[in-house]
Each structure stands twice: as C-alpha cells, then as structure tokens.
C-alpha cells in the first residue's frame, strides 16, 4: 500500500454533491482537491448523458443496486437503485428537478441545522441554476395534457414548478435538469466537464472504490485507503485541510461505520473498533415510498419523451401542511417492475400514476454486513412501520385520488382497463395489501447521518456538517439532511454542496 500524494482536501464520493463540491473548492488555484469515485467516468458515455435511456441504468453495470432486508410491512423484493458513476445518482435518475422548498429548510432549522433557513440557502439556489440547465418540459404527450386537465376537475389546478412558491396543490410538467438536446446535466456534466482539462489543482480519479477514512490520534481525519482500479491492492491519500465524505445516504453511513464511527453495540458485533460511538449513524433513514396505479391505454401512447415521466401531481390530504403530503409522478410507460411477480397483468402501451408519501413517518436503518468494504450493506427502510399508521393513510388516499382522476372525463377515453390493483380491489384492506406487496421507492433515501445540534445525541453533523467527536472531516449528501423535502431531491443535494464549500471557506 502506497501514499499517492498529499491534497489539501480529499472527497469521497464523487456523486452529486462531490462533484459540486470539487469544482468549487478548486476554483481556488492554491488549493488542491482529490475527487475520488467507485465508479467510471461518464465523460462522453451516452449510456449516461442521453437521459431518455435512463431507465436502462436500473440494475446495470453503473447502479449499486442494493437489496432491502425482508420488510415486516412492505415489498421485499424492492431495490434501491444507487448510481455508481461519477456524478452518482444526478447521472442515473430521471432529472425532475425541484428548488429546495423553503418550508422544509426552515423545518430543519427548528431541528437543530442552524443557519440552514431558506432565506439563508435559497440564494444558493441561484449558483445552482446558473450552473445546471434547468428546463419546462415540453407538452407533447397528449395522455399527459389529459391526465393534467383531469386533475384539474378534482382540485389540482395545472401549475408552473419553480415559480417562487411551494406547489401544494396543483399539478404540472416538471422542469428538469438536461439541455434543448435531451442530454442530461447531471452536477459531473455540469460542474466538472468544462474544467477537467483546465485545473491542474483538481485530481478527479474514477474506479477508486474507498474502503476507510484514516485518522490520526487525535480523530483528526487525514485522508482515505482505497481499493485500487485495477484491483490489485490498496493505495492511501492524504488530506492537509480536511476530508469529505459525499457518498450518499446508503454508503455514507457505510464508510462512517467502517471506519469506527457508529453505534458502539453494532460496530462491536461486526469487529470494528470504536473511534467515535454515534448512535444516528445509519439511523433515521427517510424515504418517498412509491404506490401504483397502472392502466392499458386505449389510445396509442406517445414514442418518444425527454424522460417518459413528465408531470408531477400535488396535493395535500391533511389540512394544516405546510409542503403537500402527496405526490404523485406521470409515466407514459408500463411499469410492472414491482406487480408482474405477483401476477398482475401487463401490456405494452400503458400508462401509470405513482402516488408517494412525500413527509412519510416511517424510519429505517443502514448496517454494516460485515467488516468487508465489498459487502453490500443492510439497508431495511422498515416502510409502513410508522405507529400511527400515517404513511397507509396517505398512501391509500393516493392510490384512490389517482382512481378518481382516471375516471373523468379528459382522461377517461384513455383507459382501457385498470391492470394494479385492478378493479376488483376496492376496500381498504385490499388496497393496503396490493400496497405492502407491490410498491416500490421513489430512490430518495436520505437522512442517515443527519446534522442537528451540538446537544441532540442521534445528530451525527453539527449544523456545519462536520462529524461529531472528530476533527478535520465532513459529509454532505443527502444522508446528512434532517428530513427529506417533500420533492425530488437532486437539487437540494447541489444546493447543499454549494454551501458545504461556503462552509469549508470560511473557515
């Protein structure tokens, strides 16, 4: 094992956030920054950049595809799709992009993430989208204009997103993050492409699997052992200023507790020494579980699509919320991924609605399977586990909203028959078991290293996002968010990656 050199910071995760984080923090010439990934690079692999093949990045060479452990309540033949690429999951998911909302950021302020407030990371969001081209989608799918005039009839007015406000109820076509040429801008394509070439600074190595943060006496973090491409042995490097970690809300917690940062019972029985115990490591992990309602259509459907999920569907189920309770995504596609093993029907010019409960109160956990890096983690979202029973509720008043959407009149000539649940179910108990048995997740894992307050125990980050009971180490991801905003989430992540590097500094 050898030193492959000496950086002024190290980042672990060259996903969406450790891209933004490394343009950033090399724009300083007289700093340097060593950008390490797992993955391959994505540099002109149209496997990755053309984003209405986005679908075939499910359970393919460049997704971690994780197993969930069995669910007492929910599917247990799910799978969490993780991106295992540089740019991570902004170079694997669909691109419907969402501005942070502002009530959620101001919700974690009152969860301990101190100057987190919208007033204070809203301004970011400008960085953002200078950066990364966001854009309406075009209204071409005619299933699609029918689907958004029925919801309208039912209390959903069609709406712009990222207009200024919070969409609770309405719907509308998604804005999303890919240029006039349906290539996407993922934060690698966006932030790291244009400057590859040009920062002799930046140190961008793909295939660099990191096995384990390295610490000096003192729980000073000073660099990262990876596995090297070839997979011939092990290489370190070192960090002068700081190591971050940016690997996600799955293999975050991982690398953490690899590392002997975690709970102390769990990293004993594993055989991992304690360096720091901390309990919320791989705890508290947060979810948009995903419901399905699937029809044939009775027309044909559209051939082409930037994405082929569209439109986005708000609302809100329990008065009082302040971000909606329910969404619901568009797919002018079949998807029988989750009910085709339980004997549904399919077809091969469908449509679906996805109902998903955007501020779900059921939380999971991340373990460690063993010592081994290579092994995959227990990763049990433990979904429709809440005590009170909340997530069934709003999920069930989502499958039948979208029941209900179906069956007036701009959408209607569009249905040929219902193929899940299908008709015959119809009373709550048999809607909550189609539920349990066939939904999926909208792959928004998050929380599982959350910041909070210096005196909140299962806080693993202070509100700068550093480690607790370290030095010289921070994580922002996805993992390190309080709770999940009520929409998809990529660009959040950015935004969060804008002020880690604001954090990093000004220090």
């Not at 209405?52 to 499910?58: D, I, Y």
């Not at 069995?70 to 992009?97: D, T």
């Not at 082929?308 to 079949?334: A, K, N, R």
Request: net charge negative; proline share 7%; charged share 20%.
């Amino acid at each position: 094992m050898s030193d492959t050199g000496t950086f002024d910071y190290v980042i672990a995760g060259g996903g969406t956030a450790g891209c933004v984080l490394a343009a950033r923090l090399s724009e300083d010439r007289d700093v340097t920054v060593c950008l390490l990934e797992a993955g391959p690079s994505d540099v002109g692999d149209d496997n990755i950049l053309v984003l209405s093949e986005w679908m075939h990045l499910l359970d393919s060479g460049y997704d971690w595809d994780y197993p969930v452990e069995p669910q007492e309540r929910g599917n247990s033949f799910m799978r969490h799709a993780r991106g295992k690429v540089l740019g991570g999951c902004s170079s694997h998911n669909s691109c419907i992009a969402f501005l942070p909302p502002a009530e959620c950021l101001d919700e974690w302020v009152t969860m301990g993430a101190v100057g987190w407030s919208a007033a204070e990371i809203l301004p970011l969001t400008e960085r953002v989208k200078q950066t990364v081209a966001l854009r309406d989608v075009p209204p071409k799918d005619p299933c699609g204009t029918a689907v958004l005039e029925a919801a309208a009839m039912v209390g959903m007015p069609t709406v712009a997103f990222n207009r200024g406000e919070t969409v609770r109820n309405g719907a509308g076509w998604f804005q999303i993050n890919a240029d006039e040429g349906g290539i996407r801008m993922s934060s690698s394509r966006a932030y790291l492409h244009p400057i590859l070439e040009a920062r002799p600074n930046l140190d961008v190595r793909t295939g660099c699997w990191v096995a384990e943060i390295l610490f000096d006496d003192a729980l000073a973090a000073t660099g990262v052992r990876y596995q090297r491409p070839d997979l011939t042995g092990y290489d370190t490097v070192s960090a002068r200023r700081e190591v971050i970690v940016t690997a996600g809300a799955i293999d975050t917690p991982k690398l953490l507790m690899l590392s002997g940062i975690g709970p102390s019972v769990h990293l004993r029985e594993i055989g991992i020494d304690v360096r720091v115990d901390s309990p919320g490591v791989g705890s508290n992990l947060d979810d948009h579980v995903e419901g399905l309602v699937f029809w044939e259509a009775a027309q044909p459907m559209v051939t082409t699509s930037t994405q082929w999920w569209e439109i986005g569907l708000f609302t809100t189920v329990d008065d009082g919320c302040t971000q909606p309770d329910l969404m619901m995504h568009y797919g002018s596609v079949p998807f029988d991924m989750n009910t085709l093993r339980r004997g549904y029907p399919t077809t091969d010019n469908g449509f679906c609605l996805t109902p998903n409960v955007t501020q779900g109160r059921s939380r999971g956990t991340v373990r460690l399977r063993s010592r081994d890096f290579r092994d995959r983690p227990r990763v049990d979202p433990r979904y429709f586990t809440d005590p009170e029973g909340y997530d069934d509720r709003i999920m069930l008043a989502g499958v039948r909203l979208a029941r209900t959407i179906a069956e007036q009149p701009p959408l209607a000539p569009w249905v040929a028959r219902e193929l899940a649940p299908g008709p015959d179910a119809t009373t709550d108990d048999e809607l909550l078991d189609y539920i349990h048995q066939c939904h999926n997740t909208v792959y928004h894992p998050a929380a599982t290293v959350r910041m909070g307050s210096l005196s909140d125990p299962m806080a693993v980050l202070d509100p700068q996002l550093r480690v607790k009971g370290t030095s010289r180490l921070r994580v922002v991801d996805a993992s390190a968010m309080p709770k999940l905003p009520a929409v998809n989430p990529n660009i959040t992540v950015m935004t969060m990656a804008e002020k880690c590097a604001d954090l990093i500094r000004n220090t």
